[in-house]
């Protein structure tokens, strides 16, 4: 009997170390930066430092997504991989494009080419999303919309901040580069009615404590793929 009042008492202690916290989406949704790049490529340095400076801005989430056609000029990229290549030739083909190219900016699911500034902010109110964690599980929660007719989709994503490599072969050799936002695990979420909402969740690990670990989940128009609401979480 004292060993189960014991045990019960602890519980709450217990739940506290495993490390449960929650975050909210803000009344508006923040601008989603993604950036196509890779260690292989001489040119995307630049675009790299400009995602960096992107760090803590509550109304931006950056992602940077390391794709894999650079790799055949002898510097395999440890970041890249090919379901990132296939997202970035997907959202293309979905602007009616065959090809792709890096560095690629694309904001709110469109290309932009006019970084390092960023469009205005749409002030566009979306949908509710939530993201709780208790230990290595993440549970993401999307209330339901009053639209019947609407469908939502969206993806999961892992990042981690703080890496550096040097690269000693193809167009960046003898260089040192740098790397923040980095998407380290992306897994999309098949489509639903939004007015049923939606809820999931993914088993992350807390990762190397040298690279801190982000989990955010991004809720896109199941039909355009345009970025309607995103939460961090960042514990």
């Excluded at 090809?99 to 390092?116: A, C, E, H, I």
Aim: proline share 6%; charged share 15%; aromatic share 8%.
């Amino acid at each position: 009997m004292k060993c189960l009042t014991l045990c019960a008492a602890l519980l709450p202690a217990l739940a506290i170390a495993q490390g449960t916290c929650t975050a909210r989406s803000s009344a508006v949704a923040p601008t989603v930066v993604e950036l196509y790049t890779s260690e292989g490529c001489s040119s995307c340095p630049p675009a790299d430092r400009w995602l960096s400076t992107l760090k803590g801005r509550p109304d931006v989430l950056a992602l940077s997504f390391h794709v894999t056609y650079w790799d055949r000029l002898g510097w395999p990229d440890r970041f890249a991989r090919p379901e990132y290549t296939q997202r970035q030739y997907a959202l293309a083909q979905q602007a009616g494009s065959a090809n792709v190219y890096t560095p690629q900016v694309v904001v709110n699911g469109k290309d932009w080419r006019r970084w390092p500034q960023l469009p205005a902010a749409t002030n566009a109110e979306g949908p509710m999303l939530s993201l709780a964690r208790a230990g290595e599980m993440v549970t993401m929660t999307v209330a339901p919309s009053g639209n019947a007719g609407q469908r939502w989709a969206g993806h999961w994503v892992v990042l981690e901040d703080g890496h550096q490599s040097r690269v000693n072969a193809g167009e960046n050799a003898g260089e040192t580069l740098k790397h923040d936002h980095v998407v380290r695990q992306f897994q999309p979420v098949a489509a639903w009615a939004a007015a049923a909402g939606q809820k999931q969740q993914l088993r992350v690990s807390r990762g190397d404590a040298n690279f801190p670990r982000r989990v955010a989940f991004i809720v896109v128009d199941a039909a355009s793929q345009q970025p309607l609401q995103a939460v961090v979480l960042a514990c």
